[in-house]
């Protein structure tokens, strides 16, 4: 290797700051969440788990956790279906506009959350509400999905990538028709791919909280919660310890998902 | 037609539901609001696109919002250098696993409680104030800094993975060689590692440009200025002049796609 002794020591001391750097905060949250005193004054004077038994007995709280929970696993299960047929699409077949299937996938979350937000509030109150659906959890997944289907596109796209079509072929001679083709060799080979994907858009839809404001109309998901409750300062011992719990549940689908495959971008992994 | 089978449900959802729905929302920014009875008038106008050129204020909010969005990917990109070359050419196959799950676990986690924690570090008696306070210094309390500060935060993990993934696969003999030829550090660094890691910048750049763009919650949270996200919202919801929101709202966009389409031809997309 090129690099010098010293050269070696300042990369591992840049690293080492850069880590600390990204994970200051969660700390700091999580030792306010044991925060004796009621403000938010640096250092914390005392620790107590108080606020951790008045949280989990918050109902606002824990019916916002059930909301986001299920707008993640509707997301999750709409954006997986999608995701997998256009990544069976792109990969299997030539067609005209095929390029464009990436970029198409990859402008919800590339573009501004308020732009997609404002783009789904419109769609919603023009088409969906006179049809007899309004602004609420059905409307959240729908935004949800729209965004999450990206992640499913592309870990399922990278994982057909580097899996061999003969082994489909060879199923297909033997005499077995699509569907047992499908059952018995492409899913097992997707298998890891769609859970790993599927882990990130449930992570990705837990925590988002712009497009589901142009979304939500009454529901709230816990980010809404969370920033709804900002204002009132009686609340904020109790923000902290939901805030701590946010960051477990969205943190470990993704540490998860890490753990089932190896490589990775951001919006895959390999 | 097994692939109309296969491509109707998803293009479907994303023509219809999404791409249906920005064009409505950018034919909507050549409407106007009557201004005495507050309904949409629907005959094509420039006005609220005039209003955004020449109104001093909108010209100052376009500039910072772009502004720090692009002194947020520099930051980023300047620290996400060292980590992601230390991730991909000096750890061990074991530490370079260990840090990939370090620097994924928050990215896609969590991100209004990052926003609340810095706001709880930032404030007048936070941590911050306090570290830095025995040196006779003060932090920048909220503003265009601190939402500097912030964003760079939040959107560092996207910055280092695909630089990381980049100089990857960056083969070690290239450096080798290029030390053998006498080029030294600077010099292999100008010369062979960033023509490879371009694109991975390049494909990092377009989350840290993007993200920064459109936010309202960070600006709302650590800062008393506006950016372009606060009108927009503030438009929609309190002003109620949705067509001049929507007009807003395409300059992220216009920016972004202009973004995306150079991103694309510097092949950055195969590094996401």
């Keep these: 290797m090129v690099q010098s002794r010293a050269a070696k020591l300042l990369l591992r001391a840049a690293t080492s700051l850069t880590l600390v750097f990204i994970y200051l905060p969660l700390g700091v949250i999580t030792l306010y969440s044991f925060n004796d005193s009621r403000s938010l004054t640096w250092p914390i004077p005392g620790f107590t788990l108080h606020w951790w038994g008045k949280a989990l007995d918050n109902p606002g709280a824990r019916d916002a956790l059930l909301t986001s929970v299920k707008a993640g696993l509707g997301a999750t299960g709409i954006a997986l279906v999608l995701g997998t047929l256009a990544a069976l699409a792109v990969h299997r077949y030539q067609f005209f506009g095929r390029e464009t299937i990436s970029f198409l996938v990859i402008l919800p979350i590339a573009l501004p959350g308020i732009v997609t937000g404002m783009a789904l509030n419109a769609t919603i109150s023009t088409v969906f509400e006179p049809i007899g659906i309004s602004f609420g959890l059905l409307t959240v997944v729908v935004g949800h999905a729209t965004f999450c289907i990206v992640v499913m596109y592309n870990n399922v796209l990278a994982r057909m990538r580097r899996s061999s079509r003969s082994i489909e072929e060879a199923s297909m001679d033997l005499g077995a028709d699509p569907w047992q083709t499908f059952r018995h060799i492409t899913f097992p080979q997707l298998r890891t791919a769609l859970l790993a994907g599927g882990l990130l858009a449930f992570a990705l839809s837990f925590d988002e909280i712009i497009v589901t404001t142009f979304t939500a109309g009454p529901v709230k998901t816990l980010p809404i919660w969370i920033f709804q409750n900002f204002a009132r300062p009686n609340q904020i011992p109790i923000i902290n310890v939901v805030a701590v719990i946010v960051i477990l549940l969205s943190m470990i689908p993704v540490y998860i998902a890490q753990r089932l495959t190896q490589e990775s971008g951001i919006l895959r992994r390999r | ?272």
């Design chain 2, 1 to 272: 037609m097994q692939l109309g089978l296969l491509l109707a449900p998803p293009l479907g959802w994303l023509l219809i539901a999404y791409l249906g729905s920005l064009a409505v929302l950018f034919i909507s920014a050549f409407w106007s609001v009557d201004s005495f009875s507050g309904d949409l008038v629907r005959d094509p106008t420039l006005h609220n696109f005039r209003t955004l050129v020449e109104t001093p204020v909108y010209r100052q909010i376009t500039g910072r919002t772009v502004g720090i969005a692009a002194a947020v990917t520099l930051a980023d990109a300047l620290l996400a250098f060292p980590i992601a070359f230390y991730m991909a050419k000096v750890a061990s196959r074991r530490m370079r696993g260990l840090l990939v799950i370090a620097i994924l676990m928050p990215l896609w986690s969590s991100y209004l409680v990052k926003v609340y924690a810095w706001r709880i570090i930032l404030q007048e008696d936070g941590l911050f104030n306090w570290l830095l306070s025995p040196f006779g210094l003060s932090g920048p309390g909220f503003g265009d800094v601190a939402t500097w500060l912030v964003f760079t935060y939040l959107w560092l993990p996207y910055m280092i993975i695909p630089i990381y993934a980049g100089l990857e696969r960056l083969p070690d003999s290239l450096l080798e060689a290029s030390s053998d030829l006498g080029g030294r550090g600077w010099l292999t660094f100008r010369r062979v590692i960033m023509p490879i890691a371009f694109p991975a910048v390049v494909a990092g750049s377009i989350f840290t440009f993007s993200l920064s763009l459109g936010d309202y919650i960070t600006p709302t949270l650590v800062s008393n200025t506006q950016f372009i996200g606060n009108v927009v919202y503030d438009n929609i919801g309190v002003a109620g002049n949705l067509p001049f929101a929507a007009a807003f709202a395409t300059v992220p966009v216009v920016v972004m796609v202009a973004y995306l389409l150079v991103a694309r031809r510097l092949g950055a997309f195969r590094a996401l």
